[in-house]
Every structure is written in structure tokens, then in C-alpha cells.
């Protein structure tokens, strides 16, 4: 791991307004494979992970404008944004009103953004630095997920996740541009969204990306 993640953060991506989502800012970088072998190489270990953190991905782009756009869904709410990254949508829940938001992810990169991210916003972001996902639901009003739907193997242990949540009683939003794991059922759509991203990124440079609640369990 990298001696100082933060440092690296800071090294690596420019603090500018968010594509689409312009009164939000976070720390990005411009290109993926560079930062990818730079996080290799500073962290000693060829199988680092996509530095997802340094990007604002389509699923929490979408999650951030609906916010934006109806602000009663989090507005004096408790939030907890899984597998957070960058904490866009933690971040973008916040200048919604939301009364507290925690993030989650495994991450120390992401760790680092988030923490610098919630500092240039004036907000104060509360981490979780583990694997949630075998855990209790959160002490949370709403759990959002944006872009969590591009592996297998993390798609069907989010998705027991969140119903767990949805029967505790937490509503459960989710962003997502089309990725190949999301649920075909019990996800009802809010809204529709054409996003920017990166063609490093993504098959093109805009994308369609979806808000979805989790219905309640029958």
C-alpha cells in the first residue's frame, strides 16, 4: 500500500466541477490506464484495483442529479452510501440536506478522495473503511449504491445486501447505466438520465443511466 494515500490522491487528479453534476466538485484524473499502472506501481502489486475512486461513474452521476433534482428523498435524512469511490453520491446527498452521510468501501485510495472530497465541499463525511456487505444494515434512513452492478460475484452479495436493508426498513436507491448484473426484478425506475463519462471508461461518451428504488419486500 501506498505510504500515503492522500498524497497520492493529490498527485494523481484536479479538484474541478463534476460533468453534469457542475455544483459538485471532486479530486479526478483524466485518464485510467495511467493512474492505473501509477497505483501499481506506488502500491507494489500489478493486481491493484481499477482506481475507481478518481472517477465519476455513470450510475452515481444519475444518483447525484436525481438528488439534485428532488431533494426531499434524503432532506433530513440519515445516509449511507455503499461502495462509495469518489463519495459523489455521499457528497451529492449532503447539498441535498441530508442530515449525515457515511461512506463505505475497501479502498485506502478511496479512502483519500473521499476524505479530500468532503474537505473542499465543506462537508463532513463519516467512512467506513471495510467489506459491508456481510454486515447488519446500517443505523441509516437511505442506503444509496451507484454503480454496483459490474461483477458477478459483487452483484449477488450487494444485492442481498440492499433487501436486507429494504426489510429493515431503509429505503434503497440505486444509479446504474445498464451494467450486466443489475437485478431484473424488485427495482422500480425513478428516472432517466443522459450522463458524461470517459470513453476509457465507458463504450462511449455518453451514457443513459438509470435511478432505481428497491421495492419493498411483499
Same mark, same amino acid.
Given at each position: 500500500m501506498a505510504a500515503d494515500p492522500r498524497a497520492f490522491v493529490l498527485r494523481q487528479t484536479r479538484l474541478r466541477p463534476v460533468p453534469g453534476a457542475e455544483h459538485l466538485r471532486l479530486h479526478l484524473a483524466? &485518464? #485510467?490506464l495511467p493512474l492505473w499502472r501509477a497505483t501499481?506501481? &506506488?502500491t507494489h502489486d500489478d493486481d491493484a484495483p481499477l482506481p475507481y475512486w478518481a472517477f465519476a461513474w455513470a450510475g452515481g452521476l444519475a444518483l447525484a442529479r436525481y438528488l439534485h433534482e428532488h431533494p426531499g428523498r434524503v432532506a433530513g435524512r440519515r445516509v449511507f452510501d455503499?461502495?462509495?469511490g469518489s463519495g459523489l453520491c455521499a457528497l451529492a446527498a449532503l447539498d441535498a +440536506?441530508?442530515?449525515s452521510a457515511v461512506a463505505a468501501d475497501v479502498d485506502p485510495f478511496s479512502w483519500a478522495a473521499i476524505a479530500l472530497n468532503a474537505k473542499a465541499a465543506g462537508r463532513r463525511i463519516?467512512? #467506513?473503511r471495510r467489506d459491508v456487505l456481510d454486515d447488519a444494515p446500517p443505523d441509516a434512513d437511505? #442506503?444509496?449504491a451507484g454503480d454496483t452492478w459490474y461483477e458477478t460475484g459483487l452483484a449477488s452479495r450487494m444485492l442481498l445486501w440492499l433487501r436486507r436493508c429494504r426489510e429493515? +426498513?431503509?429505503t434503497v436507491l440505486v444509479g446504474d447505466p445498464g451494467r450486466a448484473y443489475l437485478p431484473s426484478e424488485g427495482l422500480v425506475e425513478l428516472a432517466t438520465y443522459e450522463v458524461w463519462t470517459t470513453t476509457e471508461l465507458e463504450d462511449r461518451a455518453q451514457k443513459t443511466a438509470? #435511478?432505481?428504488e428497491l421495492a419493498a419486500p411483499i
Open positions: 483524466d &485518464e #485510467v501499481q506501481v &506506488e455503499v461502495a462509495s +440536506g441530508a442530515a463519516a467512512l #467506513v437511505v #442506503v444509496l429493515a +426498513g431503509i438509470r #435511478v432505481f
